[in-house]
């Protein structure tokens, strides 16, 4: 299928293989070049395995020259049921075939029914052996195993978990071809493997038993969605929004530059045919041909960001990704005072990083870079002792990848005196070349170098899509504020942390600054809300926590005009501050909430057993009497006895049958608050319900009643008060 060769350039590629291998490097690429990988499709039906599927094939088919083949395992075909930017063909076949023809890379792509032989194996979803990679995704979730542990795809679709499963299942790959080709030991990074992980896009959690996995809001709204840099992390962050379902907001993508064929190793989103083109432009098709409605609201900047900066209203800088090259472009962002700037970075040892800038709270653009400019000067006088250049000199050159004169090269040589530690460097030849032999680094120095792998900025993309979609519907799941992960290693949740401010930063540790950036943006969100209600009504003493059900709202896209689904019940239990008092107010006060109330006008209980409905005043008396049925169950049978106390926790011991009975109404009467005692009884009669137990004549409802209650929007007024548009 690869044809034209010619455009494609792996030049980078090779040279960070080079540098990834010790000793004789020459014999160690040629070694891992030029394997065959086989992609084993187990569920080819399952969305989240399509998404998995399309983005692994994307990203094998850009390790040239590592990998010389890509030969798709595909038992059964299947319709295709997810978006594949410019490729129209209906089945997960011919979709890999168009995928493939499209990228146009030097990697032959081809499909077979059953699974041969093949140097390394990426398995997708269940049956995998051992011996292979393997992985599956549900929601946010991400589990990749190299132990033979099993992994499938769940139902709950979600492109950030099945992308990231790609990402993570590629990165496996590659550590697995190192290990088979060059060996571990001649690896220049440590490689762990990943055994079993299930990692969570969610919050950035391991293995957990129970972890956090909400489904995705029907549309997803972006709001104001600022992309700065359209490349390797960028537009693989567009291309995973590309594949939501629905997406509301403006977009506004930024980039000065063109696709180029060097890029095509690491660019997910580009293809062959886009060489030339405008990157903003390549952005904004792929957004709109997923999204035809988006058509005038994802508008493309082909324009250097300081032109952008100065046209774009500052207002609308509301969420910003800065996913651009330089510390300028960076501080030029950070100067901008947008609300929230997600950030990215990867480096030449395999980390990525993802930041989250809530300006005065934790680190900033500026303080990121500080920090790191600390660390390179103390890298460098630490060199300094050792070769006697001063420090001053050293942090110049390796900004500069100088070259070394004659007479420092003497300085050094005087310095070291035939110390067999250290190399002197050859006069002509530059800092980063003999710096990395010095020190046994794989950093390729050079700020503007990007990582050839393309799984690594990949990811961070990824992570970053995930970050736009929580900033608007999860905000309780934010990265907070930094998670790095080295893919030659694993994910680990205590590289999830607080990374505070730089105590001398020149833009966040300025305290008129702060109040510069506090008064830009108090006119919307909570702030503009409390302030709002403050001022009209002065008498009104609970406005913090109804902007938080206002927050909540607009979280959840109850706007003006859409269908009604929120729920009293539903504010309650997700805004820990709210109170039925608060939503009273925000209804009938302060008129930011409309209320649409339920048929026949009142909130009513639906006893589903009875078929009956009841109205709030009743709920204690119907929840009683099903749990007096429920004790006499209980009494009548040992083994639902013995269940129900076992769900409660109750420690049987040689309790007589009617304390048994005595201690689980107990249990269920010292809830003292009705709904929570409606939700116990619930609980508890759907585990019975799906337990093999001997139910008899008491079978309970599957919910065992339905509660419909008033309905919530905003009003208009309050979105725009939260958007700033007063
Ligand atoms: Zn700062």
Redesign the pocket.
């Known amino acids: 299928m690869a044809s034209d060769t010619s455009s494609w350039d792996s030049d980078r590629t090779e040279t960070a293989l080079a540098f990834l291998v010790d000793g004789d490097s020459e014999a160690g690429v040629a070694a891992l070049v030029d394997r065959r990988v086989t992609v084993s499709v187990a569920e080819p039906a399952n969305e989240n395995c399509q998404h998995t599927l399309f983005t692994a094939v994307n990203l094998l088919a850009r390790l040239h020259p590592v990998v010389g083949e890509i030969v798709v395992a595909l038992p059964r075909d299947a319709d295709r049921k997810v978006h594949v930017p410019g490729v129209d063909a209906g089945t997960v076949g011919e979709s890999v075939a168009g995928l493939a023809a499209l990228i146009n890379s030097p990697v032959t792509v081809r499909r077979i029914e059953e699974p041969n032989a093949a140097d390394t194996t990426l398995h997708l979803g269940s049956g995998a052996t051992d011996e292979t990679v393997s992985v599956g995704s549900d929601g946010w979730l991400a589990h990749v195993a190299t132990d033979g542990t099993p992994t499938s795809f769940g139902r709950q679709v979600n492109p950030i978990g099945s992308y990231a499963a790609a990402c993570l299942g590629v990165a496996e790959v590659f550590k697995a071809v190192l290990r088979e080709t060059v060996g571990a030991e001649n690896v220049r990074a440590r490689m762990t493997p990943i055994e079993s992980t299930e990692f969570s896009t969610y919050d950035y959690t391991v293995d957990r038993d129970d972890p956090a996995n909400p489904e995705l809001p029907g549309v997803v709204n972006l709001h104001n969605l600022n992309v700065i840099g359209v490349g390797a992390g960028g537009g693989a962050l567009v291309q995973t929004l590309s594949a939501l379902n629905a997406v509301t907001g403006t977009i506004r993508l930024v980039d000065s530059d063109e696709v180029s064929a060097s890029n095509l190793n690491r660019y997910i989103w580009a293809y062959r045919r886009d060489v030339g083109s405008m990157k903003a432009e390549v952005g904004k098709q792929i957004m709109v041909d997923a999204h035809p409605a988006l058509t005038f609201s994802v508008k493309a900047h082909p324009e250097p960001y300081i032109a952008f900066s100065d046209q774009v209203d500052s207002d609308a800088l509301d969420l910003v990704v800065s996913a651009v090259d330089t510390v300028r472009a960076r501080k030029q962002i950070q100067w901008d005072f947008p609300k929230t700037i997600l950030d990215a970075a990867t480096n030449q040892q395999g980390d990525y990083v993802v930041l989250r800038v809530a300006f005065g709270e934790g680190?900033?653009l500026?303080?990121k870079h500080q920090g790191r400019q600390d660390g390179v000067t103390r890298e460098m006088s630490v060199l300094s002792e050792q070769i006697g250049l001063d420090t001053e000199t050293l942090v110049q050159m390796n900004t500069d990848n100088a070259a070394f004169t004659r007479e420092q090269v003497e300085r050094v040589a005087a310095f070291v005196d035939g110390d067999a530690e250290i190399a002197v460097p050859e006069p002509g030849e530059r800092f980063s070349d003999w710096f990395r032999l010095h020190c046994g680094h794989i950093d390729l120095g050079g700020a503007n170098m990007e990582v050839p792998v393309p799984f690594l900025p990949v990811t961070a993309g990824v992570l970053l899509a995930g970050e736009v979609i929580k900033q608007r519907h999860f905000p309780e799941a934010v990265v907070d504020n930094r998670f790095t992960h080295n893919m030659l290693g694993v994910p680990v949740e205590g590289m999830h942390r607080f990374t505070k401010?730089?105590p001398d930063?020149e833009?966040?540790?300025d305290p008129d600054t702060v109040k510069r950036h506090e008064e830009k943006w108090e006119t919307s969100g909570k702030p503009a809300v409390i302030n709002y209600i403050n001022e009209t009504y002065p008498a009104n003493r609970s406005a913090e926590g109804q902007a938080d059900v206002v927050a909540y709202l607009y979280g959840q896209n109850a706007l003006p005009g859409t269908d009604p689904e929120i729920r009293t019940r539903q504010i309650l239990e997700n805004v820990p501050t709210a109170t039925r008092t608060h939503i009273g107010n925000l209804v009938n006060e302060v008129e930011l909430v409309e209320k649409h109330e339920s048929q026949g006008g009142r909130s009513y209980i639906f006893h589903e057993r009875k078929e009956e409905r009841h109205y709030d005043e009743d709920l204690g008396p119907i929840v009683d009497e099903e749990i007096e049925r429920l004790l006499e169950h209980v009494a009548d049978d040992a083994e639902v006895r013995r269940f129900v106390a076992a769900l409660l926790d109750i420690d049987v011991g040689d309790l007589e049958t009617e304390e048994i009975v005595e201690a689980i109404r107990a249990r269920f009467f010292a809830v003292e608050d009705e709904d929570e005692r409606m939700e116990l009884f619930d609980e508890i009669t759907q585990e019975i319900e799906a337990a093999d137990v001997d139910k008899e004549e008491y079978e309970y409802a599957p919910i065992g009643w339905r509660r419909s209650s008033n309905r919530y929007t905003l009003t208009k007024q309050a979105v725009n008060l939260y958007e700033g548009e007063r």
């Open positions: 680190q900033c500026a303080c401010p730089h930063c833009v966040c540790g």
